[in-house]
């Protein structure tokens, strides 16, 4: 996933739930955004000394291309721990606390029917789902946590 979004506003300017290639090409191509100042942020992978699977070294070698494609010279990685210890206050915070930390600074304490809204009325998160949301989370840490003047 993939999401693009604007710190002087807060809002999200576009996000994009699609295969891992294509995500690539968007980010080679600067998602068509090449005119703004952008700063490409991903989810820095953690050991806990744990065995990983599969999955997590897909996740490890994907997000490598998109460092390397990535046409800005400012990226950084985050962990997820910094996300979930930011948004939540906890570091055992779950996606579904992240994902209501979300609601919540979105939706202006009014809920999720003002955050996410209705397709008739859409709110500033409409449409976002499944790892939009992860996405979203490190965007926002980021923009929130960064150091003055970046």
């Known amino acids: 996933a993939l999401v693009c979004y604007d710190t002087d506003t807060r809002r999200v300017r576009m996000h994009r739930h699609e295969p891992n290639a294509q995500i690539l090409g ?3 191509m600067g998602m068509g955004i090449a005119e703004h100042h952008s700063v490409l942020v991903i989810e820095q992978i953690e050991s806990f000394g744990m065995a990983v699977g599969k999955e997590v070294f897909e996740t490890v070698f994907w997000s490598g291309r998109f460092w390397e494609a990535w046409p800005g010279a400012e990226r950084v990685r985050m962990p997820r ?3 979930k210890l930011h948004l939540c206050h906890s570091a055992r915070a779950t996606d579904a606390n992240i ?3 979300l609601i919540d600074r ?3 304490g009014l809920g999720k029917v ?3 809204g209705l397709k008739a009325s859409p709110g500033p998160l409409y449409g976002l789902r499944s790892h939009d949301w992860a996405a979203l989370a490190l965007a926002v ?3 929130e946590t960064r150091p003055t003047g970046a």
């Open 26 to 28: 968007a980010c080679a």
């Open 81 to 83: 721990r910094t996300v």
């Open 99 to 101: 994902r209501a930390a």
């Open 106 to 108: 979105f939706g202006g």
């Open 114 to 116: 003002s955050a996410i």
């Open 141 to 143: 840490t980021w923009a």
